[in-house]
């Protein structure tokens, strides 16, 4: 069974710095693209930032210039360095990989989340 698993979240003043990170474990052969999405209370789950086995990121407008994903092939880990955090961007942040495990193929998996708090 793939788990995937996110730390990192807490409160910060507008302004601050977090560093997300999500692991995932199982019976993994490979993993396709990983990404964070976030969903703020009252509103749909977003996408938030993406990055291929390769390295190539994709961003949403909202947080180009602020945040940066990466990730470590070898770990199967996958990072959000947030910076200049705004109010807006309180939110539980969801980790999101395509995961290729033994006996299950390729599936798309969800972390539970890990909950970021923009507060003064």
């Known amino acids: 069974q793939v788990q995937l698993v996110e730390s990192g979240g807490g409160v910060v003043q507008p302004g601050g710095s977090l560093r997300l990170s999500c692991a995932a474990s199982g019976n993994i052969v490979s993993i396709n693209t990983m990404a964070w999405y976030r969903q703020a209370p009252g509103k749909q789950r977003e996408s938030v930032a993406s990055?291929?086995?390769?390295?190539?990121?994709n961003y949403a407008d909202s947080v180009k210039g602020r945040f940066t994903i990466s990730r470590d092939n070898a770990k199967n880990m996958v990072y959000l360095q947030m910076n200049s955090l705004k109010f807006e961007d309180t939110a539980v942040y969801y980790c999101?990989?395509?995961?290729?495990?033994?006996?299950?193929?390729?599936?798309?998996?969800w972390g539970r989340g890990t909950q970021v708090t923009v507060s003064s």
């Open positions: 990055i291929t086995r390769g390295g190539s990121t």
């Open positions: 999101n990989a395509g995961v290729t495990s033994l006996g299950r193929g390729l599936r798309n998996y």
